[in-house]
């Protein structure tokens, strides 16, 4: 496996997964355990750790996930909101360290983030 890294794994397609988005900056597939009706994990194509690792080199690839996010929250009819969950590190509830975000959506959220 790439890196040994699960989510560098599954967009090379070494691993398999239930695909909704792909571009040459990012691929997004459905969480394999749904949190939620819909709840879709969206990485860029190159590994970053975490959230922690953002830089100036590699923040096109965050911004190219959030584009993504948009256009999957549209062709998966969120169209009343949804939530975008990045947990970062050990203390964040991090288990896979590639950075990745969680949409989540099809139900209403409370107010309060946790
Ligand atoms: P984290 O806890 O790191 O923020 O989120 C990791 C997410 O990856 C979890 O929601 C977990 O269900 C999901 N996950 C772990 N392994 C796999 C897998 O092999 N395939 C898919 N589709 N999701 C996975
Ligand atoms: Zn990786």
């Known amino acids: 496996m790439l890196n040994d890294c699960l989510f560098c794994a599954i967009p090379a397609g070494e691993i398999p997964s239930d695909k909704v988005y792909e571009d040459e900056y990012v691929f ?3 969480d394999i355990n749904p949190q939620a009706p819909v709840h879709i994990l969206v990485v860029p194509k190159v590994h970053i750790s975490c959230a922690q690792e953002i ?5 096109i690839y965050v911004a190219k996930c959030f584009e993504a996010i948009a256009k999957i929250a549209k062709a998966e009819g969120l169209d009343n909101g949804y939530r975008i969950v990045n947990n970062c590190g050990a203390d964040g509830g991090q288990s896979v360290m590639h950075l990745h975000f969680h949409l ?11």
């Open 55 to 59: 830089d100036e080199n590699n923040s």
């Open 104 to 114: 989540i959506g099809g139900k209403k959220f409370p107010e309060t983030i946790i």
């Open 28 to 30: 997004a597939f459905r």
